[in-house]
């Protein structure tokens, strides 16, 4: 039941971007994961160790990892991901960013309800999905901008005023994130999402692909090279939303 209700309030707080500041305080004492301090003092390992993510409840345990990256130290900006490693060769098994829509709806969604290796039953209870994107692929789920679900930021600047911010911080994740994983560097990345997702496919990919940008200088990042693709169901209304979610 503990389990179940977490899944629960991840998917209903997760849908647009959060009024806070900061995550949830835990009753149990735990307190969010910052990697990017390990990061820095080369401590990949224990970061590794650290952000393994358990079973959920009585389901197979799948292997993940998941944590907050420090995106911008100086606004406290930190972006959440969740990393599902290909359950089929995953060392060189393709790397697929999944971005959701809004701006600002989580990219949890999209791994519970879409194409994530779980899905949650009509009484709330997960269960792995027969067909998941996670079978052939190591999915990089990244709740996108800086302010939506789960990432967050400790001041009122530190939100996106533009697609270029919105580019720069998801471009700073994704250099941390392929030094601590950085046996997926070399492997083929793709961007993947749907609805708004694709307004930040240029900003981005120009900023990530850019050589002389300061953001793409540093040598001791790793920097795959990225192919985008973006999908938009013209037909997904609110309504059919809401269906879809029980509502």
């Known amino acids: ?132 994107w996670t079978r052939s692929f190591s999915v990089l789920y990244v709740d996108n901008p800086v302010g939506a679900a789960f990432s967050f930021t400790g001041k009122e600047q530190g939100y996106a005023r533009n697609e270029t911010d919105v580019g720069r911080n998801l471009l700073e ?12 560097a070399e ?3 793709y961007v993947a999402g749907e609805s708004y997702a694709g307004n930040t496919s240029q900003p981005w990919h120009t900023l990530f692909t850019r050589p002389s940008s300061p953001e793409s200088e540093s040598t001791s990042r790793a920097s795959p090279s990225v192919t985008v693709w973006w999908s938009w169901n013209p037909c997904w209304t609110m309504q059919t939303t809401s269906t879809s979610s029980g509502l």
């Open 187 to 189: 492997n083929e990345f």
């Open 173 to 184: 994740a994704l250099q941390q994130f392929f030094t601590l994983f950085h046996e997926l």
């Open 1 to 132: 039941m503990k389990t179940t209700a977490i899944i629960w309030l991840l998917l209903v707080e997760s849908t647009s971007i959060c009024t806070g500041t900061k995550p949830f305080k835990s009753d149990t004492g735990n307190q969010p994961l910052f990697l990017t301090p390990f990061i820095e003092d080369g401590r990949l390992e224990e970061a590794k160790t650290l952000s393994r993510v358990g079973s959920l409840g009585d389901v197979e345990d799948v292997a993940s990892y998941a944590g907050f990256l420090t995106v911008n130290k100086d606004m406290g900006s930190n972006m959440f991901f969740w990393l599902f490693p290909a359950k089929e060769s995953p060392e060189t098994a393709p790397v697929i960013l999944w971005l959701q829509g809004g701006p600002g709806s989580s990219s949890m969604m999209g791994l519970f309800t879409e194409s994530g290796p779980f899905v949650i039953t009509d009484t709330g209870i997960p269960k792995l999905r027969e067909s998941t």
